[in-house]
């Protein structure tokens, strides 16, 4: 492991976070605000990504790929949120795991019936591929330097929305007291259609971003929507800034560990052994940082309502 | 005798018609269908006492079921191989007899579901939720990485194990050891409801201010009747595993955790027989729409998405009405 | 004058806001104690530290003598607290006798027992049996909790604390909603309660505090400002002062 090796590594666990974030941002403002937790977000992220390699197949423009990706998550949540997601808002918690569970299989099923199970290619786009030469030497792709940006961004730009802006202002109000706000005359439907619709569009953004690094496929978006979970139990619900540490926390110790741990035992068991064991251990290592947190802070590192 | 003592039998009964006719009919394949259904409503036994009568969602309850798989599939496997588990500081032998292998499976899943319950139980709501889930998935990633027993491809036992007295090979005597096991479940979970310990447990569901105010500790009662929930759920594991004589990390995965959770709403949560009304409807859905749509779970999604939001009682309560007292 | 019920110096702030400021006083023996104050005054917050369900920043909570600050809220009611809550806290799905055998097998430790049916258990349907009786549901004891009037689910909270045969009562406005009639019969039913256990009373209604208490105890943002006995407190400038304002 030489130090250029672990630069790299460190920053790709950078990266993994900042796409951990757009997903985990989403879902910790719709729970904080609107008090629901929806497993379809990982449908979401999916959405965005099939429109992005659609739209990129068709038009050969990455940026254009983007936007429709944008655009056609934050459209299906915002219809998901006025057809579905409405009917939810006083339901209790198992209603609202059950029902987005159910549009888990309509999303993907449907994607499935419309583009068929081969996975779809998104390419990084020439502007952006490459590596770029960083200080000390380290070479380091482009685009992943481009998806760290790209997060670091939206957190700010999001810290800039809650604290300063009049939907920001609403937004932490609805955190604190829903009926209270709507009594003053917010209009709390718009307002949650809104919050749903950011949501689902960074989910999507992270989607189609994530799409160009691998490939784009029915399914893709579960596993990051439990990771997303991961994050938000580190983090704690309702909190941004909870969602970026964790994320951050999250995308390192995954990364990290599965490259240290391997020659960590290699150190004193013999060859194969040490791989396995290093990488069963280290696809436990972001449930057992979980698992810690838990115990010390049962409300995670930001949080205070569950 | 009440509505729903009705319903339960009738349902019983059929769960046992189907495969005694499909025995006299010669329609091996029918009575391998209704054994699924028996093995999956067991899977939903457990997790109704949890969720039903506990108000636990737990999204992760298929760790318990792939824990209970695994150690069927580890047991058997090593035994066809003539391979001891371990022979440091003693030897322990692989086995083929279903008995053993259920009671480890029990114990594993069992100790799962106490070290997940301990922590998860310490949160609630939303994080419950999503704690069980990733729990679900930290096994799912393990057993894909852990290359000793199949990994992603998972472990073929080839043949069905052992049980004392039995052909187990003969599919209607699978079906009776399994539907045996369903009713002895189902036996049992009924008097735990009635029994002080689901008494407080389904009150603390309603109110846990007011249990702990009457001097029950919640905590105790929940991660009790979670690490139940675990034993029977993983018992339905090692049987699943041995129907299919194959055991891979699917077990472990969200959709399974999933659809266990399906049957049992769709059977209606917290009612006794809830489960098997809503395993045998998950095994006719899936083999007559699957046969006719490959994209069958679309439907699903919809039938799922409907009770949810207009039929909260599932069947047994469309057809039983309101819980007894 | 044996306490039964002692708070010492209890403090609980949120942030710059003292709830709770050095809060002393005592339950004692066969008597009724009530707990007045303006709204705001920090009555709830009190009672979450003595029921074991808020930690207080500082000060003791002693039940007959033993420290129970460290203990939970199912500890402490083991140990003999009963406590009624403002918004009624009930099994809503269950029948009155379902929720009556939820205080009974707390306080027999019977909450794990696996087999029979909690139901057949005699002596434990007779507890709440009885005490359902007393307070007057007798006859509706297979009614679901929803399915009472708000005054019939003020009763049954009652109920479930009289299943307890506590030390001490805590109870957190009985009275609350309750029209004439009932607050006339909930008025017997405690008053003839103190003789078994000591209560400590929340309450508004202060009709009801006049015709019970032995004791009052007034609580003034987070303090408590007087106490003493009916008379006492109703000739008190400081509590004058806080309720009627300056000037009265």
């Given amino acids: 492991m030489t130090p250029i090796l672990l630069v790299e590594q460190i920053l790709n666990g950078i990266q993994s976070g900042m796409t951990l974030f757009l997903m985990a941002a989403g879902l910790t403002l719709v729970f904080g605000v609107m008090g629901l937790i929806n497993l379809a977000h990982g449908s979401l992220y999916m959405i965005g990504a099939f429109a992005a390699a659609a739209v990129a197949g068709a038009t050969g423009s990455f940026a254009l790929a983007l936007m429709a990706a944008l655009a056609a998550s934050a459209a299906a949540g915002a219809v998901v949120e006025r057809v579905v997601i409405r009917r939810l808002y006083d339901r209790d918690h198992l209603d609202q795991v059950l029902a987005t569970f159910a549009l888990i299989l309509v999303f993907s099923e449907g994607t499935r019936w419309l583009f068929g199970s081969f996975p779809l290619y998104l390419d990084i786009p020439d502007a952006l591929s490459g590596p770029v030469t960083l200080p000390g030497g380290i070479e380091y792709p482009r685009y992943r330097l481009a998806i760290i940006a790209i997060g670091a961004a939206v957190a700010a730009s999001l810290g800039l929305l809650i604290t300063r802006t009049r939907l920001g202002v609403r937004i932490r109000a609805g955190e604190n007291d829903r009926e209270m706000i709507a009594a003053l005359g917010v209009d709390i439907s718009r307002l949650y259609t809104v919050v749903f619709a950011l949501g689902a569009g960074l989910a999507g953004l992270a989607g189609a971003l994530v799409g160009a690094i691998r490939s784009v496929q029915v399914g893709m978006g579960e596993p990051v929507l439990i990771l997303a979970f991961v994050v938000i139990v580190i983090g704690g619900i309702g909190s941004i800034r909870g969602a970026l540490v964790g994320a951050l926390l999250v995308g390192m110790t995954d990364t990290l560990g599965g490259v240290l741990l391997p020659p960590f035992f290699g150190l004193f068991m013999e060859g194969s052994a040490a791989a396995s064991l290093g990488s069963s251990l280290a696809s436990m290592l972001i449930y057992v940082l979980m698992a810690g947190v838990l115990v010390v802070r049962p409300s995670g590192l930001y949080g205070g309502r569950a | ?325 | 004058m044996d306490s039964i019920l002692e708070v010492r110096g209890v403090s609980k702030s949120f942030g710059a806001l003292a709830a709770c400021d050095a809060v002393s006083l005592d339950l004692r023996a066969g008597e009724i104690h009530a707990l007045i104050g303006p709204n705001g005054a920090g009555k709830s917050t009190l009672i979450k530290q003595i029921a074991g369900s808020l930690a207080p920043d500082a000060g003791t909570v002693h039940l007959a003598g033993e420290d129970v600050t460290a203990l939970d809220v199912a500890a402490r009611a083991r140990r003999g607290l009963a406590r009624t809550f403002q918004v009624s806290a009930l099994a809503m799905e269950d029948t009155a006798l379902q929720n009556a055998m939820i205080g009974a097998l707390g306080a027999a430790g019977a909450a794990l027992r696996f087999w029979r049916p909690a139901l057949a258990d005699r002596e434990l349907r007779g507890v709440a049996e009885a005490a359902l009786s007393r307070v007057g549901l007798g006859d509706v004891t297979g009614m679901r909790a929803a399915a009472l009037s708000h005054g019939q689910r003020r009763q049954l909270e009652v109920a479930i604390a009289l299943t307890q045969v506590p030390k001490a009562y805590l109870m957190d406005e009985p009275m609350a909603g309750l029209g004439e009639t009932g607050s006339e019969e909930m008025t017997a039913l405690l008053g003839g309660l103190r003789s078994e256990a000591p209560i400590l009373l929340v309450e508004h209604d202060m009709r009801a505090v006049f015709a019970l208490a032995d004791r009052i105890s007034v609580l003034v943002y987070g303090r408590i400002v007087a106490t003493g006995t009916v008379d006492e407190i109703r000739a008190d400038p400081e509590v004058r002062r806080a309720y009627l304002g300056e000037g009265a």
Avoid: C
Wanted: no cysteine.
């Fill in chain 2, 1 to 325: 005798m009440t509505r729903e003592t009705l319903v339960n039998i009738a349902l019983a009964l059929l769960l046992l018609a189907v495969p005694l006719w499909a025995y006299t009919a010669d329609e091996p394949f029918i009575i391998t269908l209704a054994t699924r259904a028996a093995i999956l409503a067991l899977a939903g036994v457990g997790l109704n006492l949890a969720l039903g009568t506990g108000g636990l969602v737990s999204f992760g309850h298929a760790a318990f079921f792939g824990v209970g798989g695994y150690a069927m599939g580890i047991l058997a496997s090593h035994a066809q191989g003539y391979v001891p588990l371990m022979e440091w500081p003693f030897t322990v032998e692989g086995t083929k007899s279903m008995p053993v292998i259920w009671l480890v499976a029990m114990l594993s899943a069992g100790l799962a579901a106490l070290g997940i319950g301990a922590l998860s139980l310490r949160t609630s709501g939303v994080y419950f939720i999503m704690i069980t889930l990733a729990f679900g998935q930290m096994f799912y990633y393990f057993a894909i990485s852990w290359p000793a027993y199949g990994g992603e491809d998972g472990l073929s036992i080839y043949v069905r194990n052992g049980f004392p007295g039995l052909n187990t090979l003969d599919p209607i005597q699978f079906f009776a050891l399994a539907y045996a096991l369903l009713m002895l479940a189902l036996f049992a979970m009924g008097r735990l409801a009635r029994a002080p310990f689901g008494l407080a447990l389904n009150a603390a569901r309603q109110s846990t201010e007011r249990v702990e105010t009457g001097g029950i500790g919640v905590y105790r009662l929940r991660l009790t009747a979670f690490a139940v929930s675990g034993v029977v759920t993983g018992l339905a594991g090692a049987l699943f595993a041995d129907l299919n004589r194959f055991v891979s990390p699917t077990m472990f995965s969200w959709q399974t955790s999933g659809e266990i959770m399906v049957f049992v709403i769709l059977g209606g949560v917290g009612r006794l027989f809830g489960p098997v009304a809503g395993a045998m409807l998950f095994i006719v859905l899936e083999h007559m729409l699957g046969g006719v749509s490959e994209f069958w779970h679309i439907w699903l999604g919809a039938i799922l998405l409907f009770v949810v939001l207009f039929a909260r009682g599932g069947i047994v309560g469309a057809l039983a009405g309101r819980a007894d007292g």
